[in-house]
């Protein structure tokens, strides 16, 4: 059944340690090309797959409120770093989808190489049953065209999913995959990060309020 774009939710999860304008980037472009109401931040508390972060949830969170206070389609949403354990994003559409009923479609936003590694993800196929996915892509990535570039597991499962424009996602309340084309910019926490451990400047790379707490709060210096 058709829906009204006004009812799309966007999820964006991520360590954000820090969060920086290739994030803020994303999110804009995401909502502006889907026609979100709005994009909900979603730091991880504890990821699975990946290193655990260096700043605290506390910390994390605090940048990300300060990052995108001033965009009304921004928000943050604590609830993975305040849920103890490991942090699953199934579990957060789970609880999303029981807060909000069924009126309301989630657009669940990674990268083309967080997709790639999907059927790593604990209860992988049940995100589908949850939300759309939006795979956020420079313009022309092979995943727009080639779909043999994903492991055969994931490629199977996937291959009636896939639809071409953003307009097509309110055909189905969830289980459908779009590759959003996005100004991916060429930043990473990572090198923030290492910036700020041997006092090179980091200016320009993510906004001046976030890094203002940074340098307040003493993180990524080896101080805190």
């Not at 966007?10 to 980037?25: K, M």
């Not at 049940?126 to 092979?142: D, K, S, T, V």
């Amino acid at each position: 059944m058709s829906k009204s774009k006004a009812s799309f939710i966007g999820i964006f999860g991520g360590t954000f340690d820090p969060i920086h304008y290739g994030h803020l980037r994303i999110a804009e472009e995401v909502v502006e090309t889907i026609g979100l109401r709005e994009m909900r931040f979603t730091p991880a508390g504890i990821p699975r797959l990946r290193y655990a972060p260096i700043a605290s949830p506390q910390h994390r969170a605090a940048m990300i409120h300060t990052a995108i206070q001033n965009n009304p389609r921004f928000v943050l949403d604590e609830r993975e770093t305040r849920r103890p354990g490991i942090s699953y994003s199934v579990e957060s559409l789970r609880e999303l989808r029981q807060e909000m009923g069924e009126n309301i479609t989630l657009c669940f936003v990674m990268g083309a190489d967080a997709f790639m590694k999907l059927a790593e993800w604990h209860s992988w196929r049940e995100l589908f049953r949850l939300c759309h996915i939006i795979i956020a892509a420079r313009p022309g990535h092979a995943l727009a065209t080639n779909h043999d570039v994903l492991p055969q597991e994931l490629r199977e499962e996937c291959t009636q999913r896939w639809v071409s424009s953003a307009g097509s996602l309110e055909c189905a309340s969830n289980g459908l995959i779009f590759v959003a084309p996005t100004t991916l910019l060429d930043i990473s926490a990572t090198a923030i990060r290492a910036g700020i451990t041997t006092r090179s400047s980091v200016r320009y790379l993510l906004p001046d309020a976030v890094l203002d707490y940074i340098e307040t709060n003493h993180l990524y210096s080896g101080e805190e």
